[in-house]
Protein backbone atom coordinates (compact mmCIF):
# COMPACT_ATOMS: atom_id res chain seq x y z
CA UNK A 1 0.00 0.00 0.00
CA UNK A 2 0.82 3.38 -0.80
CA UNK A 3 1.01 6.66 1.24
CA UNK A 4 1.30 9.87 -0.41
CA UNK A 5 2.52 12.72 2.56
CA UNK A 6 3.74 16.44 2.10
CA UNK A 7 6.95 17.48 2.35
CA UNK A 8 6.44 19.17 5.49
CA UNK A 9 4.66 15.90 7.59
CA UNK A 10 7.85 14.29 6.08
CA UNK A 11 10.20 16.89 7.36
CA UNK A 12 8.12 16.23 10.62
CA UNK A 13 8.52 12.93 10.86
CA UNK A 14 12.66 13.32 10.77
CA UNK A 15 12.17 15.96 13.38
CA UNK A 16 10.11 13.13 15.82
CA UNK A 17 12.79 10.73 14.88
CA UNK A 18 15.88 13.56 15.95
CA UNK A 19 13.63 14.18 18.99
CA UNK A 20 13.17 10.80 19.80
CA UNK A 21 17.00 10.47 20.59
CA UNK A 22 16.45 12.07 23.55
CA UNK A 23 20.20 14.45 22.76
CA UNK A 24 21.38 16.01 25.94
CA UNK A 25 22.62 19.56 25.45
CA UNK A 26 25.33 21.11 27.21
CA UNK A 27 26.73 24.47 26.93
CA UNK A 28 30.57 25.26 27.35
CA UNK A 29 31.81 28.88 26.81
CA UNK A 30 30.35 29.90 23.31
CA UNK A 31 29.32 26.75 22.34
CA UNK A 32 25.92 24.27 22.49
CA UNK A 33 26.69 20.57 21.94
CA UNK A 34 23.71 17.97 21.18
CA UNK A 35 25.29 14.54 22.90
CA UNK A 36 23.98 11.20 23.23
CA UNK A 37 24.23 11.25 26.77
CA UNK A 38 26.13 13.54 29.43
CA UNK A 39 29.38 11.43 29.36
CA UNK A 40 29.72 10.84 25.88
CA UNK A 41 32.77 12.38 24.56
CA UNK A 42 31.59 13.45 21.09
CA UNK A 43 29.12 15.56 20.22
CA UNK A 44 26.25 14.93 17.29
CA UNK A 45 26.07 18.27 16.77
CA UNK A 46 28.10 21.30 17.98
CA UNK A 47 27.26 25.19 18.02
CA UNK A 48 29.54 28.08 18.36
CA UNK A 49 27.15 31.13 19.23
CA UNK A 50 29.77 33.34 18.89
CA UNK A 51 30.99 32.38 15.25
CA UNK A 52 27.21 31.44 14.39
CA UNK A 53 28.15 28.06 12.79
CA UNK A 54 27.80 24.75 13.78
CA UNK A 55 28.76 20.80 12.92
CA UNK A 56 27.14 18.12 12.24
CA UNK A 57 28.56 14.60 12.71
CA UNK A 58 28.73 12.60 9.34
CA UNK A 59 27.79 9.76 11.17
CA UNK A 60 24.48 10.96 12.28
CA UNK A 61 23.62 12.09 8.66
CA UNK A 62 24.30 8.94 6.92
CA UNK A 63 22.20 7.57 10.01
CA UNK A 64 19.21 9.94 8.78
CA UNK A 65 19.95 9.12 4.99
CA UNK A 66 19.96 5.47 5.72
CA UNK A 67 17.07 5.07 7.73
CA UNK A 68 14.73 7.40 5.50
CA UNK A 69 15.85 6.32 2.39
CA UNK A 70 17.68 10.05 1.71
CA UNK A 71 21.06 11.12 -0.21
CA UNK A 72 22.58 12.19 2.01
CA UNK A 73 22.23 16.32 1.23
CA UNK A 74 18.82 15.83 1.98
CA UNK A 75 19.31 14.11 5.77
CA UNK A 76 22.01 17.16 6.10
CA UNK A 77 19.53 19.60 5.03
CA UNK A 78 16.33 17.68 7.32
CA UNK A 79 19.04 17.68 10.24
CA UNK A 80 20.15 21.54 9.87
CA UNK A 81 16.45 22.25 9.68
CA UNK A 82 15.51 20.63 13.01
CA UNK A 83 19.21 22.54 14.74
CA UNK A 84 17.25 25.59 13.35
CA UNK A 85 14.05 24.69 15.18
CA UNK A 86 16.07 24.12 18.11
CA UNK A 87 18.16 26.85 18.81
CA UNK A 88 15.93 29.60 16.22
CA UNK A 89 18.63 30.58 13.82
CA UNK A 90 18.13 29.96 9.93
CA UNK A 91 21.56 28.90 8.00
CA UNK A 92 23.02 30.61 5.52
CA UNK A 93 25.30 28.45 3.38
CA UNK A 94 26.30 24.53 3.30
CA UNK A 95 29.73 23.14 3.39
CA UNK A 96 30.79 19.79 3.94
CA UNK A 97 34.26 18.69 5.06
CA UNK A 98 35.45 14.92 5.59
CA UNK A 99 34.37 13.58 8.06
CA UNK A 100 32.41 16.33 9.64
CA UNK A 101 29.61 18.14 8.01
CA UNK A 102 29.33 22.00 8.71
CA UNK A 103 26.21 24.70 8.36
CA UNK A 104 26.68 28.49 8.75
CA UNK A 105 24.27 29.62 10.08
CA UNK A 106 23.36 34.30 9.94
Known amino acids: MKYLITESQFDNIVF ?10 MEYGT ?4 LNSENDEYAQIK ?5 RWCTIEKEL ?14 SMSL ?26 FK
Open 16 to 25: KYLDNQDFVT
Open 31 to 34: YEYF
Open 47 to 51: FNKSS
Open 61 to 74: MVEIASFFSLEYHE
Open 79 to 104: IAKWVESKIGLEFNTIESQSDIIVRY
